[in-house]
């Protein structure tokens, strides 16, 4: 038996709909925290880049701190503005950003 694409079986608005409920959801099928309501992009703060709502910490900035070992409790202990959930927001902004990454491979000339 031939499998028909996914693509073939389904409208495309209902493909869309899949794709966004399944970003919703993690590896686990648990819920993931929405980003949107901790993280702030303003021209004005940082020149544009990803900032945790009402300071002036980059995403950028807390995601090379879990790169460098920190743990969530060494960020909270130096941040105490900060709460478990902003960080969560942070890996969530940054999870979001590497799904949406598309890699085209160059042909040789």
Request: glycine share 4%; with cysteine; charged share 20%.
């Amino acid at each position: 038996m031939n499998a028909m694409p996914l693509q073939k079986l389904l409208s495309e608005s209902e493909l869309r709909t899949m794709v966004l409920q399944h970003r919703k959801q993690n590896w686990h099928g648990i819920q993931t925290l929405q980003w949107q309501e901790r993280i702030a992009i303003d021209p004005a703060i940082l020149v544009g880049k990803p900032v945790i709502k009402g300071t002036r910490l980059s995403v950028e900035f807390v995601i090379d701190l879990l790169a460098a070992g920190w743990t969530q409790e060494q960020i909270l202990a130096n941040y105490p503005n900060l709460t478990p959930e902003d960080i969560r927001a942070c890996l969530a902004y940054a999870s979001e950003l590497l799904h949406e990454e598309k890699v085209f491979p160059l042909k040789p000339a």
